[in-house]
């Protein structure tokens, strides 16, 4: 393929050089002078140009300066007062900590001594609490206790003697006026009838009495002491004779009769007091002081 172009057609008829005017000053000093006033110039305004600052004189800048050492000396002086509050803060706080120190180490004085007296004062109270129970377990030495006997009104201390008078004709022991030194009845909320306790003035006679009305129960099986025997009027019901026993050794005797029950320990008895505990067919019996008796009895069963 040509790439060849056809030239164009040309004038046959002869052309003469055209001329055009120009100014001959064009390149004169006054004309490029002239030029250069019309145009204008980008000029860029520099950092603390000194033109701006031409009228600053020397007075100003120290007056300058002075305000700026007036500015720092309040700040200083502001800081300075600070610094000397937060320091008496501090030396106020170090001393409340001091004062609480030295109040804690009193408190923890006082507290030592005052466990120091409580044990003392416990191991006191246990001292007479024992002596307690055992002034009144020698009170009731002599002292029996009927259970489960109806009242009747009006009741006085002849008709509780004559109670206990019947069940001393039951069980083959006579009792007198004289062998009787008091008789009363105790009323409990939960029970109606009460407790009545016969006080003898013997503790020979009290354990001739009780060792009766073992002997009592356990030959008569079929017939055991009851309302009816003692001719008392109602319902029959079954009569109970045991030991006066102080508020603590009931408790206790109540605890190990539920023990009893759970371990299958086949006797639990009461003899002057103390609780006994024995197994069918065992030589041994075991006495219970105290309810941690108990306790470490079962971590060894």
């Known amino acids: 393929m040509s790439v060849s172009r056809t030239p ?4 046959a008829r002869p052309t003469s050089p055209s001329h055009f005017g120009s100014d001959p000053a064009l390149y004169t000093p006054e004309s490029r002078q002239l030029l250069d006033s019309n145009i204008m110039k980008r000029t860029k305004r520099r950092y603390n140009d000194p033109s701006n600052t031409a009228d600053i004189t020397l007075s100003d800048i120290l007056v300058r300066v002075e305000e700026i050492k007036k500015q720092q000396d309040s700040k200083f002086t502001s800081l300075e007062s600070s610094m000397k509050e937060l320091t008496n803060q501090n030396i106020d706080i170090k001393k409340s900590m001091m004062l609480l120190s030295e109040k804690y180490d009193e408190v923890l004085g006082n507290l030592k001594s005052l466990q120091k007296e409580n044990g003392s004062l416990k191991s006191h109270i246990k001292t007479l609490e024992t002596k307690v129970e055992q002034f009144e377990k020698n009170m009731r030495t002599s002292m029996i206790e009927i259970r489960n006997v109806p009242v009747t009104e009006p009741e006085n201390k002849e008709h509780l003697v004559e109670i206990a008078k019947r069940i001393g004709t039951v069980i083959s022991v006579p009792i007198l006026d004289s062998d009787i030194r008091d008789a009363f009845r105790i009323k409990r909320k939960d029970k109606p009838s009460g ?8 503790t020979l006679k009290r354990e001739k009495f009780l060792r009766a009305t073992v002997t009592y129960k356990n030959s008569n099986s079929d017939q055991r002491l009851s309302t009816n025997k003692l001719a008392i009027a109602g319902p029959d019901k079954p009569i109970y004779v045991a030991e006066s026993l102080t508020a603590s050794v ?6 190990t009769r539920l023990f009893a029950k759970r371990h299958s320990f086949d006797h639990c008895w009461i003899s002057y007091g103390k609780v006994f505990l024995k197994r069918k067919g065992d030589q041994h019996r075991l006495r219970i002081n105290s309810e941690e008796d108990l306790r470490n009895l079962e971590k060894n069963i």
């Open 195 to 202: 407790i009545i306790v016969v006080d003898f003035t013997s």
């Open 8 to 11: 164009p057609k040309t004038d």
């Open 250 to 255: 009931r408790r206790l005797h109540y605890q």
